[in-house]
């Protein structure tokens, strides 16, 4: 069983924050395998979010530019939103869980004002972030609510109106 810390990120990953070569780490990981687990392409997004190295580690950047392309084979792109989804929720789902992450460790205003509007876009009228919606049709969503996500998406807001407050005007 995993035991869940900081924005649900298993317990240990905050040890692999802890680890002081983790650039290291993950140089000499092949990235292709780890994307075959399904939570680690959002944690491999989180990790200048986790403090575990930083945001402008060429590693990371490479590894993010991987994650967030056709190379991987989870990451989804359709006429509702891009992103990254995962084996246990089926073909052409997005995680919003994704988008968050990948606004929040973006330094491109572009990106991050796409990830908002697409996360304000595709809850399919409730108002809240589920745990995936599919990338055509956000209405074809899994769990109403999804805890996780609606955090993740406050805590981008958050940031975007302290860092950027210019992106949330329309």
Same mark, same amino acid.
């Given at each position: 069983a995993?035991?869940?810390g900081r924005a649900g990120v298993p317990?240990? =990953? /905050? %040890?692999?924050? !802890?680890v002081r070569n983790i650039r290291s780490i993950l140089g000499s990981l092949s990235i292709r395998p780890l994307l075959s687990i399904w939570f680690t392409r959002?944690?491999?997004? #989180?990790? *200048? %979010?986790? +403090? &575990?190295? *930083? =945001?402008?580690d060429p590693i990371y950047q490479n590894t993010r530019r991987l994650a967030l392309s056709a190379a991987n084979p989870f990451f989804y792109q359709g006429t509702a939103a891009e992103g990254i989804g995962g084996p246990h929720?089926? &073909?052409d789902m997005i995680w919003p869980i994704s988008l968050a992450m990948r606004g929040l460790t973006s330094t491109d205003n572009t990106e991050i004002r796409t990830c908002v509007q &697409?996360?304000? #876009?595709t809850? #399919?009228?409730?108002?809240?972030?589920?745990? !995936?919606? /599919?990338? +055509?049709?956000p209405a074809k969503y899994?769990? #109403?609510?999804f805890a996780w996500a609606n955090t =993740?998406?406050?805590? =981008?807001?958050?940031?975007v109106h302290q860092k950027h407050p210019r992106l949330l005007v329309k």
């Open positions: 995993l035991y869940y317990y240990f =990953l /905050h %040890y692999l924050n !802890s959002n944690v491999l997004l #989180a990790l *200048p %979010y986790l +403090d &575990a190295l *930083p =945001l402008n929720i089926g &073909a &697409a996360l304000k #876009a809850h #399919a009228g409730t108002g809240y972030m589920h745990e !995936s919606f /599919h990338k +055509d049709n899994t769990r #109403a609510w =993740l998406f406050g805590e =981008l807001i958050l940031t």
